[in-house]
């Protein structure tokens, strides 16, 4: 198996009501990926692209093949990944296995996302598509009310307040105020936590991530092609570990256990790919859709004891110059989530880190990044761990 | 890389206003499948499902950890592949990666999609997602009024009549009409042809594939693990090529030129990696959506000069005595076309003839197969060969 080099990023800035298709924005994140690859484009030869609702929202799908066309990427294979909130990361492990599989040497993967076009209704509509329709969607529930179920009970369980949480919500704003591609680029304290509105009670404003639109790609080449390119950043980052797993789409048993058993799964494998364990990871891309997310991604991970992540918060463990830095371009909560980019965000984030190119938000030494993007409530789980080398 | 065996295959009747979910119809497939290759649930590591309209249908996304989980795959990676109507063969395509390249020894790969519940426009819109939809979909026009000018082009520079087209699909209907789960199980010749409606001048009810549901899975192995396992249907059949390719979603193209270059890259991609070419094809599980698009997935592939295709119909070369027996249990056409399975009926039906169990349908001494799912007017195609052996 090749080892797999990521020798190219690009994204977009986070926005609202500017993007005008899903189809522009991934164009524009794969162009830029392919540029600051610096490779040509007839050199590669497929496309995988992440994304959740273009078909509900704006009536397009085949998306994958419309931005390779539109990007030069004539006549390669393509093809659209969903695994809801996570099809970002499922395209990546998919690119992944092409390449580490000797079936390409290069191929592009971008997630892609837009939502802010839509009203607010159908937008909340087509997330919900994420969740076991007869189970829940169908009865109206949405992800805020599901997230506040579950954030409820973690609280009541931990015997803990909105407060613990809050710290989750606070670093993501830190570190999205300086990173010039995030949406929300205000910082937060505890004040502005606690009186942000209440969606369902307990979960507030300040909780939940905002609704946008972006894309980000993401350029993959075998090891053999990587070296005879000069590294753009220097060291190159190479994918040490690539796992998905999945789960029921019922939000019932994470909310019942307060765990996230894909992601459990999803980092075992993925830290066994890797020959590594928690205490090796130098900084941690969170999907913190919701902060009750954060404190179960952070236990399923191994970097805290369940009920018990909400500590690293108070420590300060979680800022860029704690041992576990998270959200460091401002995560879902503050950078933004545009669902189906998330994934790629945080890998071309942990790639800025990896090359020393994350300006004011650098973690200083960053050598081993692990990026986890989750679908629905934890129905799919996909961690991968990048090395600097 | 290792080989890939298919090791089992399930389907469903192809069926209309029956099936209670896509994610039901997913399932009785896959638990088939699972049931054909004799294996167990747990042994198995990964779901690739292909679907096209879940979303935008029945609201209910994330079908492939929902499919897993249901069926017994707990934990396992799950996606969902979207390339149009060749959602399907994409999974596949997939699902050959992953076991070739030695991430998962065991997979099951399943194409689903329920259409016929939706209120007929609803159900067009729906597809209409496959086109372009800055320069089609938004002006209204479906993929029978593309594929009408399509046909009426084809026609008229290869100076033809729709009599010309009419066998493909009464080869269909012939083949359809023995197979138990098929949709439209009745004979066609060629008055019924010319009196069935006129949808769009010149293309007629019968140049057209119906609305319905249906779903199809198989599982591949690895050789190694394919070997300790008692073969079902004897001789073992084997994935000796799976090679996809994209094009323009735009119809303009396909129309002014009659061609399907993605469809040529594929197939000849497909004959390279097997190591074979056009004339050692026993049978050919064709795309044929609209008659038309049989002429020029035939032509693409090798089969035929270019607008010579509808000689082989002529000649009755096209039939199972013929020396290129196509849609051999009623192709889209007659079986049905639920679009995102379509490229899983092809296989699981390829998979039948090879290891003889086709019943009254039986290409004799049929050896090596290739089936091509086609996705929008030509924006993906994919290709697989299989070899029995």
């Not at 490779?39 to 273009?54: D, H, R």
């Not at 369902?200 to 972006?214: E, K, N, S, T, V």
């Not at 941690?284 to 690293?312: K, M, N, P, W, Y």
């Amino acid at each position: 198996m090749s080892e797999v080099c990521i020798i190219g990023v690009g994204q977009t800035p986070v926005t609202r009501r500017q993007a005008p298709s899903a189809g522009e924005l991934g164009n524009a994140a794969i162009k830029r990926a392919i540029e600051n690859a610096g490779v040509e484009p007839k050199a590669i030869s497929a496309l995988y692209l992440g994304n959740m609702t273009a078909g509900l929202l704006e009536h397009q799908q085949q998306l994958a093949s419309l931005c390779a066309n539109a990007c030069g990427l004539t006549g390669v294979e393509a093809f659209t990944l969903e695994a809801s909130c996570a099809s970002g990361a499922a395209a990546l492990r998919i690119g992944y296995m092409a390449v580490a599989g000797g079936f390409h040497d290069l191929v592009a993967v971008c997630g892609v996302e837009r939502l802010s076009h839509a009203p607010r209704g159908e937008c909340t509509r087509a997330l919900a598509v994420a969740a076991d329709r007869d189970e829940t969607s169908r009865f109206g529930e949405s992800f805020v009310g599901l997230n506040a179920a579950l954030m409820r009970r973690y609280l009541l369980t931990h015997d803990l307040s909105p407060e613990d949480l809050a710290p989750f919500a606070i670093t993501a704003h830190d570190n999205g105020a300086n990173n010039p591609r995030a949406l929300l680029r205000k910082p937060l304290d505890m004040d502005g936590y606690l009186s942000s509105r209440m969606l369902a009670d307990p979960l507030r404003l300040m909780d939940a991530p905002p609704i946008c639109d972006g894309a980000a790609a993401v350029i993959l080449a075998t090891a053999r092609l990587a070296r005879t390119l000069p590294a753009r950043g220097s060291p190159r980052v190479w994918i040490r570990a690539s796992a998905a797993a999945s789960d029921t789409l019922t939000a019932r048993n994470c909310i019942a256990e307060l765990r996230l058993p894909a992601a459990e799964r999803s980092s075992r494998r993925a830290y066994r790919q890797a020959g590594l364990d928690a205490r090796d990871i130098d900084l941690f891309e969170a999907h913190d859709a919701f902060t009750v997310i954060t404190a179960l991604s952070l236990e399923s991970s191994g970097f805290a004891a369940r009920g018990q992540a909400v500590r690293l918060g108070k420590e300060g463990a979680l800022a860029l110059d704690g041992r576990l830095p998270i959200s460091t371009m401002g995560g879902l909560k503050s950078r933004g989530h545009p669902v189906g980019a998330t994934g790629l965000y945080q890998v071309v984030e942990a790639v800025q880190q990896l090359r020393g190119t994350a300006g004011k938000n650098q973690v200083e030494d960053a050598r081993v990044a692990m990026t986890q993007n989750l679908g629905g409530m934890g129905a799919t789980a996909i961690t991968h761990v990048l090395e600097a080398a």
